[in-house]
């Protein structure tokens, strides 16, 4: 946590309790935040409903995803270590739940801050990756960029290579007819490289597309991405026939022969 906000925490108490009372905006985007942190939740809170978000907090993963599949939340914030299963096992339930909910944004909120967890929860499934100590204000432009790059209307252009059917209407992935779950992450980078086959793109040159926000992404994420994607659309993931790794440049497309 970020612990300069303990302070604005407190001084701002009466004013959280005040908020957390109003009902939300009619038609307001709800997000779930998992996090047994009573004090880090209200301040979550806070700074959400105060952006106009409605929240629906939880200490724990119990129940989590049964709400989910009924209100389809805008988004998961998630804790990775709650009590009754952490947030990885979560993150992973909802990417295997299907469709629609298989598709909701999901950002860790978590102490843990090495680059191996990082990269593990992006792995995972997740579309962001916050450590705590955190700034409120950092947290609330993530969640929104993230928002944004999940929302915005794709290119018209749905597209046939191979095994692969990309619809960009619908957003949706068939890989040797059958329908398959990808996140708005991984739908838009595929999209975005297959609308271009055989054009080399550098890794910065994808974030700038894909992600667009850059600051809070590295190269390293894309990779991560690229290496899911083949694990859902290639028989063969060590020897991809779709999405090629071009040695020290990045990497193409390639529509099968």
């Known amino acids: 946590m970020n612990w300069a906000a303990r302070g604005t925490l407190s001084l701002e108490g009466k004013r959280q309790r005040q908020t957390a009372a109003e009902p939300a905006a009619a038609g ?29 907090g939880y200490t724990s993963n119990a129940g989590v995803l049964a709400d989910a599949q009924k ?38 909120l978590t102490a843990k801050t090495a680059e191996a967890d990082r990269i593990f929860g992006l792995e995972t499934g997740a579309d962001d990756y916050i450590t705590k100590p955190f700034s409120p204000r950092e947290l609330l432009a993530r ?36 329908i398959t779950a990808a996140t708005a992450t ?27 926000e850059t600051t809070f992404v590295s190269p390293r994420s894309v990779d991560v991405y690229v290496r899911k994607l083949r694990e859902k659309i290639e028989v063969d993931p060590e020897q991809p026939r779709y999405l090629k790794t071009v040695r020290g440049a990045g990497y193409r497309f390639e529509t099968p022969k």
């Open 28 to 56: 307001a985007q709800k997000i779930f935040v998992v996090e047994d942190d009573l004090d880090i939740a209200r301040l979550v809170r806070h700074h959400l409903e105060g952006a106009g978000f409605q929240v629906r």
């Open 71 to 108: 209100e389809r939340p805008c988004l998961l914030l998630l804790d990775i270590m709650v009590p009754g299963g952490d947030g990885l096992d979560l993150c992973r339930q909802v990417r295997q739940s299907g469709a629609p909910l298989a598709a909701t944004p999901v950002v860790f």
């Open 143 to 178: 969640i929104k960029a993230v928002l944004r790059r999940c929302e915005a209307p794709l290119a018209p252009a749905s597209i046939v290579a191979g095994d692969l059917s990309i619809d960009a209407d619908a957003m949706t992935l068939s890989v040797r007819g059958q």
């Open 186 to 212: 991984e739908f838009r980078l595929l999209h975005y490289l297959a609308r271009h086959p055989g054009r080399v793109f550098t890794r910065d040159q994808i974030l700038d597309a894909v992600w667009k």
